[in-house]
């Protein structure tokens, strides 16, 4: 096949494998319970009711944000919607987070610019988020 006149558009990043993607998730676990060497400085837990909500409303500071590598976060009950690019999420826009289920964000400028939603339309979730450097 001729690649004439294709153009590469960004850069292409390895998908992680499923393995490499618990491992990291076991990493984090760890460094949560105290069994590991990775900083886990930051957890704050939220009510997010039908209204967008920010990073900041979880209390997070400047300095806590700005330099955060990675966000464990676990939606505890009732499902969220979320977005990374700094969109207002709705119950029909953005990523869905199921309830009792966890999810890791790699990338500041990702972490900075999260927004979530509740995605039902009863009661609030309750969602955690902890910040690693």
Do not use: C
């Amino acid at each position: 096949m001729d690649n004439a006149g294709v153009e590469a558009v960004g850069e292409v990043q390895d998908i992680p494998t499923p393995y490499t993607m618990l491992r990291r998730l076991k990493d984090i676990a760890d460094a949560v319970s105290g069994s590991s060497s990775v900083d886990a400085r930051v957890l704050k837990g939220l009510a997010v009711p039908h209204a967008v909500k920010t990073m900041a409303d979880w209390g997070f500071d400047a300095a806590d944000l700005n330099s955060a590598t990675e966000a464990l976060i676990t939606a505890h009950s009732n499902a969220v919607n979320y977005t990374l690019d700094g969109t207002d999420p709705t119950t029909t826009l953005g990523h869905h987070l199921p309830s009792r289920a966890s999810m890791v964000v790699t990338g500041n400028l990702d972490i900075v610019a999260l927004k979530f939603i509740r995605s039902g339309l009863l009661f609030s979730a309750q969602v955690s988020i902890t910040l690693f450097y």
